[in-house]
């Protein structure tokens, strides 16, 4: 039987770190699913890699315990890295549910969210779940494993970043977050702004007038009725930001 090597075992241990970062950084793989989980599949994801993808030619074993540390500080920057471009895209999605529940007026029928560990609103939780679902209907998830792998062929271990320019993508990025979450609200706040200054007028000519309650009511049933409308759109929406989500995922890689 066959021993391996030093560099292969170097190899091995840096992919582990890659995958492990990776998975416990994704959103759908955070607290409700167990530790022991999570180590398992980052350990069967280190080992189809290994197994399909031979280290690169480059790779040593470094000579120094300082050398060691930082390879596995590289590879979890690496995996870091893929699992920012995951992030990002739920950011976005919770951040379109946030805004057309602050404007549908539902911030205060908050629910726990298993994903973030946290209260949100119903609608931002509802979308990332929805975002979940598709995920794996269309076998988005798949396509992530693929990235993962391709990421050992992009970004070799013990390979340095050269990516410069991929600090200002990065931000580009992190800035769309508000510009695609208004455009999932768009409608909604459209709408919104129409009420709230058909009723700011309403409550100048008639003082009387309970311009509060009413504003409030006829909100939330044009607002739920708006929604319903343009969901396809929005479910359209959620399918491009999810399909892009493999190759962003490589995108985020600073190479």
């Known amino acids: 039987m066959l021993l391996p090597d030093s560099v292969s075992l170097l190899y091995a241990a840096a992919v582990f770190f890659r995958a492990g970062t990776f998975l416990f950084l994704l959103p759908f793989l955070g607290r409700p699913v167990p530790v022991i ?39 979890a920057f690496y995996g870091f890295c893929m699992a920012l471009g995951v992030l990002l895209l739920f950011q976005i999605v919770q951040a379109g549910g946030e805004l057309i529940s602050t404007q549908l007026g539902l911030m205060q029928s908050n629910i726990f969210n298993p994903m973030s560990g946290a209260q949100e609103s119903a609608l931002g939780a509802g979308l990332m779940m929805l975002t ?19 990421s050992l062929r992009i970004a070799p ?27 999932m609200a768009g409608p909604i706040v459209a709408v919104n702004y129409i009420i709230t200054l058909s009723f700011a007028f309403l409550g100048k000519i008639i003082p009387t007038m309970n311009v509060l309650i009413l504003s409030y009511s006829l909100r939330l049933g044009v607002g739920f009725s708006i929604l319903y409308l343009v969901f396809y759109l929005l479910a359209q929406l ?17 190479f």
């Open 37 to 75: 989980v999570r180590v398992a599949l980052a350990a069967f994801l280190a080992y189809t890699a290994v197994t399909l993808i031979p280290p690169s030619a480059d790779l040593v074993m470094p000579n120094h315990w300082a050398g060691l540390f930082l390879l596995g500080l590289m590879e």
């Open 132 to 150: 979940l679902a598709l995920i794996f209907i269309l076998n988005i998830h798949h396509e992530i494993i693929y990235g993962f792998l391709e």
């Open 157 to 183: 271990v013990g390979s340095v970043p050269s990516g410069a320019s991929n600090v200002e993508f990065v931000m580009y990025e992190t800035g769309k977050i508000f510009l695609i979450s208004l455009q």
């Open 238 to 254: 959620l399918l491009s930001i999810i399909s892009t989500m493999p190759e962003r995922m490589l995108q985020y890689l600073p």
